[in-house]
């Protein structure tokens, strides 16, 4: 598997490396730096402790864990772009009936680095036609 240079900085004390988990793995995990509990429908901001640089060209993609999403934890928002050199903050949402615990030093989102390409975007007046045309929700069918 290919892989890419990607400097990293700590900001926070406890804060700890990416690390993908299998030799597999699209996406490495991160970790939050603090505690928090996240009640039945509440959204809120996980500091990660750690801000990125990526190359010109890559943006990080962020994913929830499958372990929280079958709890009811899933991500907000989840993508930093190739500038951004600020904090890696998670935005994590309760949808369970449920407290939820998040301690000091959990995985809470995975990050895929995929690559980027840019639009130059032209008006016209006709698109090209396809079998499926403008046909919306469910036009291809359920099965």
Same mark, same amino acid.
């Given at each position: 598997?290919? $892989?890419?240079?990607? @400097? &990293?900085?700590? /900001?926070?004390? *406890?804060?700890?490396?990416?690390?993908? +988990?299998?030799?597999?793995?699209?996406?490495?995990?991160?970790?939050?730096?603090?505690?928090?509990?996240?009640?039945?429908?509440?959204?809120?901001?996980?500091?990660?402790?750690?801000?990125?640089?990526?190359?010109?060209?890559?943006?990080?993609?962020?994913?929830?864990?499958?372990?929280?999403?079958? $709890?009811?934890?899933? @991500? &907000?928002?989840? /993508?930093?772009? *190739?500038?951004?050199?600020?904090?890696? +903050?998670?935005?994590?949402?309760?949808?369970?009936?449920?407290?939820?615990?998040?301690?000091?030093?959990?995985?809470?989102?995975?990050?895929?680095?995929?690559?980027?390409?840019?639009?130059?975007?032209?008006?016209?007046?006709?698109?090209?036609?396809?079998?499926?045309?403008?046909?919306?929700?469910?036009?291809?069918?359920?099965?």
């Amino acid at each position: 598997m290919e $892989k890419i240079k990607i @400097r &990293f900085k700590k /900001l926070h004390s *406890s804060a700890q490396v990416p690390v993908y +988990k299998s030799d597999g793995a699209a996406a490495f995990d991160i970790y939050s730096v603090e505690d928090k509990v996240l009640k039945p429908g509440e959204t809120a901001l996980i500091s990660t402790g750690i801000s990125i640089e990526l190359k010109e060209g890559y943006c990080l993609q962020l994913w929830d864990r499958s372990g929280l999403g079958a $709890k009811g934890i899933h @991500r &907000f928002a989840g /993508l930093i772009d *190739s500038d951004y050199r600020g904090e890696i +903050k998670v935005v994590l949402h309760n949808s369970s009936d449920t407290e939820y615990k998040i301690e000091k030093g959990d995985r809470v989102i995975q990050a895929s680095i995929v690559p980027v390409m840019q639009a130059d975007f032209e008006e016209s007046s006709e698109l090209s036609e396809t079998s499926r045309g403008s046909g919306g929700f469910h036009s291809t069918g359920k099965k």
